[in-house]
């Protein structure tokens, strides 16, 4: 389960799920990968329901809309909710991190004036990932985790977890709603050009594996469980998609009807 403040946001997080529409209703999740000659702010801007992850904003190539949700990772989180000063959020992510001081305060700025539904995932549900996986028997080392009980995790120290940014992803699977992703890497190679964290890779590294992951998003694709089409297209121009994965009917159509691709 999702853990959120106040109750409200838990019933913005639920309320898609529970639509007529829900079928038809198009969520698009938003990874952080650079592009220097391609922004995607009217495809995003096209979905009924968008969600960034931590200090990713609008009217930085996903999007200009406000998120519909934002989810933010336990140390983000936690400095919302602790209602910390804007020179502790530069301490933490500018000097820690890496991230840019500019970019640190727009986002809070953006927090405090746009004021975005914001929830966070308990261990990224990292469980509701074991479960899909084995409903749908994909052999993947996540799957092996046996430590897991429940929501919590009883193993040692550096139990691998899923990243923040595919926490929504599947809880959406999980209740039979099919995101779209974009701004995910589909090799770890490309990581390194991901936003705002110049300085955290090791860090994240300890419970997260980046290789595992990529790998993860392909198969996910392929089982039609969701929709990376976008995440394959490459940095130029013109729309070109790279050959890791199959891009979809659906995804290609999306972007037909918007003119500028």
């Given at each position: 389960?999702?853990?959120?403040?106040?109750?409200?946001?838990?019933?913005?997080?639920?309320?898609?799920?529970?639509?007529k529409n829900k079928d038809n209703l198009k969520?698009?999740?938003?990874?952080?990968?650079?592009?220097?000659?391609?922004?995607?702010?009217?495809?995003?801007?096209?979905?009924?329901?968008?969600?960034?992850h931590n200090m990713l904003i609008p009217n930085?190539?996903?999007?200009?809309?406000?998120?519909?949700?934002?989810?933010?990772?336990?140390?983000?989180?936690?400095?919302?909710?602790?209602?910390?000063?804007?020179?502790?959020?530069?301490?933490?992510?500018?000097?820690?991190?890496?991230?840019?001081?500019?970019?640190?305060?727009?986002?809070?700025?953006?927090?405090?004036?746009?004021?975005?539904?914001?929830?966070?995932?308990?261990?990224?549900?990292?469980?509701?990932?074991?479960?899909?996986?084995?409903?749908?028997?994909?052999?993947?080392?996540?799957?092996?985790?046996?430590?897991?009980?429940?929501?919590?995790?009883?193993?040692?120290?550096?139990?691998?977890?899923?990243?923040?940014?595919?926490?929504?992803?599947?809880?959406?699977?999980?209740?039979?709603?099919?995101?779209?992703?974009?701004?995910?890497?589909?090799?770890?190679?490309?990581?390194?050009?991901?936003?705002?964290?110049?300085?955290?890779?090791?860090k994240l590294n300890k419970c997260h594996k980046?290789?595992?992951?990529?790998?993860?998003?392909?198969?996910?694709?392929?089982?039609?469980?969701?929709?990376?089409?976008?995440?394959?297209?490459?940095?130029?121009?013109?729309?070109?998609?790279?050959?890791?994965?199959?891009?979809?009917?659906?995804?290609?159509?999306?972007?037909?009807?918007?003119?500028?691709?």
């Amino acid at each position: 389960r999702y853990q959120t403040k106040p109750q409200k946001d838990k019933q913005k997080v639920e309320h898609i799920f529970n639509m007529k529409n829900k079928d038809n209703l198009k969520v698009i999740c938003c990874g952080s990968k650079k592009y220097k000659n391609i922004e995607f702010n009217k495809l995003v801007d096209s979905f009924d329901f968008i969600v960034r992850h931590n200090m990713l904003i609008p009217n930085v190539g996903y999007g200009r809309k406000t998120s519909n949700l934002q989810i933010l990772n336990n140390n983000v989180i936690v400095n919302y909710e602790s209602n910390s000063s804007d020179q502790e959020w530069i301490d933490r992510y500018c000097e820690e991190l890496g991230v840019e001081e500019e970019h640190v305060l727009e986002f809070l700025n953006y927090l405090k004036k746009e004021k975005p539904c914001v929830a966070n995932f308990q261990n990224n549900n990292t469980h509701l990932l074991i479960e899909i996986l084995k409903e749908f028997n994909i052999d993947h080392p996540f799957v092996k985790m046996e430590a897991w009980n429940g929501t919590r995790c009883t193993s040692s120290p550096g139990v691998l977890l899923i990243k923040n940014g595919l926490s929504y992803v599947v809880y959406c699977i999980k209740n039979n709603v099919k995101p779209y992703l974009i701004g995910y890497s589909l090799k770890s190679s490309e990581l390194s050009d991901h936003c705002f964290n110049s300085k955290a890779s090791d860090k994240l590294n300890k419970c997260h594996k980046d290789n595992l992951e990529c790998d993860l998003i392909i198969k996910l694709h392929e089982l039609k469980l969701l929709d990376a089409s976008f995440c394959a297209i490459e940095d130029c121009e013109k729309v070109k998609f790279n050959s890791l994965i199959e891009p979809t009917e659906e995804s290609i159509k999306i972007l037909e009807n918007i003119n500028e691709y």
